[in-house]
């Protein structure tokens, strides 16, 4: 590997005494990591990603068995506000959307929001599921149209077979959202921890890198399928129910279960429970830190410093400010009553959900994730 030390350089000496003491804590780990036998593997970005996406998997199948109570308690007071955030960052503010596909996203998300609110204040009685299933089957109706539109408007060629497949999967979510709200809402509540997954290879990494990244990805993509088949083993649930951590500041892992996973036998509803644990976990990692920085220019990891100077750029100072009012908040609250400050959090979160849904169809059909102006 080729040396990296630049200490003579006096401008690398001036950038080095401006640095954070944490971008100097990370810069001297990087560089024992860099000397080490692993040095080769971190070089390029999309190995570098998979491995640490496959470390982070493995991390959330040991704590989703031994603390499955702190991951999703704590898991989310944490870094619920930071991961929705990112969520807009990646998939609305840094990609260029048509000003009036951007018109349906807030007008969709702020529609969800009130529909949320709504239904907490019991003022919907039996019709919120629909409601709200219903908006989001015509947002997704409408991103695979502007998708397409956006696709023509560049002179590029459709997909037929992929438009065809979306539309069929969203006629398939709106007649099953309409018959059975409930539940469809439940499955995406499991199912849209994956999507970001999904998000990752087929759009960010694949897109940053060329197939060379679709490779790597299959690891992370393949232990996250193992840990969910080795979460639902009855042998695991056993041990968590006689060594795991279940119950944590009056939150209950297996009274969450009844709601996470409302049937039987309750093997299956705790096993679920610990797959959305662990699968949670891996959501927040991919959008906290592999998508940012499949979604950049560069193969090098971004500092601290680049990092927050990169999202005051995207969300301004005013809307920096509120994200981490909002937080400290959030935080605060729990210090109040935990699992209240945790169903707050999730009534407020769960327009997400369709938000990576409905991005996902749009950037599918327009064949394009980033452009000069949205790729920093």
Same mark, same amino acid.
Not at 190 to 203: C, D, F, G, S, Y
Not at 286 to 298: E, F, G, H, N, V
């Given at each position: ?14 950038? /080095? ?30 190995? #570098?990603? *998979? ?75 039996? %019709? ?21 539109? *956006? ?33 469809? #809402? ?53 041990? /968590? ?65 680049? /990092? ?15 994200? %981490? ?35 996902? %169809? ?15």
């Amino acid at each position: 590997m080729a040396s990296l030390d630049l200490s003579s350089s006096p401008s690398l000496a001036a950038r /080095t005494r401006e640095a954070w003491w944490l971008d100097r804590v990370r810069g001297q780990l990087l560089g024992w990591l860099a000397a080490s036998r692993v040095g080769p593997l971190l070089v390029r970005r999309e190995r #570098r990603l *998979a491995l640490l996406a496959s470390g982070g998997i493995m991390l959330a199948l040991v704590l989703s068995v031994l603390a499955p109570a702190w991951l999703l308690l704590v898991g989310p007071l944490a870094l619920g506000v930071p991961h929705l955030a990112s969520d807009v960052r990646h998939l609305v503010l840094r990609r260029a959307l048509p000003r009036g596909f951007l018109s349906v996203v807030i007008a969709a998300c702020s529609s969800l929001l009130a529909l949320r609110g709504l239904e907490s204040l019991h003022a919907l009685g039996g %019709v919120a599921g629909r409601l709200e299933v219903g908006v989001a089957s015509l947002w997704l109706g409408v991103a695979w149209w502007a998708g397409g539109d *956006a696709r023509a408007a560049r002179g590029a060629r459709p997909n037929a077979s992929k438009g065809a497949a979306l539309a069929a999967l969203i006629v398939f979510l709106t007649a099953s959202g309409q018959l059975w709200p409930y539940e469809s #809402r439940l499955v995406l509540a499991h199912a849209h921890n994956p999507i970001a997954l999904l998000l990752w290879v087929q759009l960010f990494a694949a897109g940053a890198c060329g197939d060379r990244s679709r490779r790597w990805v299959l690891l992370p993509a393949l232990l996250c399928t193992l840990s969910v088949l080795g979460l639902l083993w009855l042998p695991t649930q056993e041990f /968590t129910l006689r060594h795991g951590v279940l119950e944590l500041w009056g939150f209950d892992v297996v009274e969450a279960s009844r709601w996470l996973a409302p049937f039987g036998p309750s093997r299956w509803s705790l096993g679920l429970t610990l797959c959305y644990a662990a699968l949670q976990s891996m959501h927040y990692t991919l959008w906290l830190y592999c998508i940012p920085q499949s979604d950049t220019r560069a193969q090098g990891s971004p500092t601290f410093r680049m /990092t927050c100077k990169g999202w005051l750029s995207d969300f301004g100072a005013f809307g920096l400010a509120l994200l %981490v009012l909002g937080s400290l908040a959030l935080l605060l609250g729990a210090t109040v009553d935990a699992t209240g400050a945790r169903h707050v959090y999730l009534s407020i979160a769960g327009f997400h959900a369709y938000l990576e849904l409905a991005l996902w %169809v749009f950037l599918l059909r327009r064949g394009l994730l980033a452009t000069p102006s949205s790729a920093r």
